[in-house]
């Protein structure tokens, strides 16, 4: 069990927050978006604050409260996190400050 | 000088101005190699009967740059005797039959560098963070590898 912090921040009681959420530990990450995900959010990057240890499932979700039209391309991207391919699911992250997360649609390279 | 060129070095180039065959091939020409292979990527001009009026490349760049040093690394690897490798891939607008990709690889005999060229162009769509849009007269369309392992296409 996660030892029950100091809540010195809005803690996580709102939101149905799972026990992986970190306990109110969250940071600032670099969330870049690429292709179709630049489209559909409408931006190309911003600075969310998220939970320190989280889910790539989880994160996705993070980021779809922020930008629902994510949702329609949920089934084809993976995360690019600290420049490394993770896929959205089970994996845990431990995110550091300032750390980029990126939205990958299929690439076309080449 | 001449020590340098026993070094075996990787150029690694994403830009938005038009490609040269000749830059890249004399990149990794070297007196020790009797081999240069080219792969070029070029633009048709047509897809499923659509016509194609020019692509639009963007790039996670400094993520591309490592995927292709990865690239670049295995290759040694797998044909140790392959001496200088060049990638260089266009960013932006690049019109019909201009040239989207060029990759030379230099060795001692053509097997490996032959071999060696077909790797990097595979590995490269498998992996490269780098996105094609195709641009038609009504329309427009993001493509995607087949050799990307998260795309869902039915094709």
Same mark, same amino acid.
């Given at each position: 069990r996660l030892s029950p912090r100091r809540r010195r921040r809005r803690g996580p009681a709102a939101e149905g927050s799972s026990p992986r959420d970190g306990g109110s530990m969250r940071c600032q990450v670099s969330v870049?978006?690429?292709?179709?995900?630049?489209? =559909? +959010?409408?931006? !190309?990057?911003?600075?969310?604050?998220?939970p320190r240890e989280i889910t790539s499932l989880q994160l996705w979700e993070e980021i779809v409260?922020?930008?629902?039209? =994510? +949702?329609?391309? !949920?089934?084809?991207?993976?995360?690019?996190?600290r420049q490394e391919y993770v896929l959205l699911g089970d994996q845990l992250l431990v995110l550091q400050p300032g750390d980029e997360v990126a939205i990958i649609p299929p690439i076309s390279g080449g | 000088m001449e020590e340098n060129e026993d070094v075996p070095k990787d150029f690694i180039k994403l830009?938005?101005?038009?490609?040269?065959?000749?830059?890249?091939?004399?990149?990794?020409?070297?007196?020790?190699?009797?081999?240069?292979?080219l792969f070029i990527g070029t633009t048709r001009n047509n897809f499923e009967g659509k016509k194609v009026i020019?692509?639009?490349?963007?790039?996670?760049?400094?993520?591309?740059?490592?995927e292709i040093r990865k690239i670049c690394r295995d290759v040694r690897q797998k044909w140790p005797s392959v001496k200088h490798i060049?990638?260089?891939?266009?960013?932006?607008?690049?019109?019909?039959?201009?040239?989207?990709?060029?990759?030379?690889?230099?060795?001692?005999?053509?097997?490996?560098s032959l071999e060696a060229v077909m790797y990097c162009i595979n590995t490269l769509k498998a992996s490269v963070p780098i996105w094609k849009k195709e641009i038609y007269e009504d329309e427009y369309s993001w493509k995607e590898n087949k050799e990307c392992f998260w795309a869902n296409s039915e094709k």
């Open positions: 870049l978006y690429f292709a179709r995900s630049a489209e =559909l +959010a409408g931006l !190309r990057c911003e600075t969310l604050s998220v409260k922020v930008h629902p039209r =994510l +949702a329609l391309i !949920r089934d084809q991207v993976v995360f690019a996190v | 830009k938005s101005e038009k490609l040269s065959v000749d830059e890249v091939s004399e990149l990794v020409v070297s007196p020790y190699c009797g081999a240069v292979s020019h692509l639009e490349y963007e790039a996670y760049t400094s993520m591309a740059e490592t060049a990638v260089h891939h266009r960013l932006g607008v690049v019109p019909i039959t201009e040239a989207s990709v060029i990759i030379a690889v230099s060795s001692p005999h053509r097997a490996e």
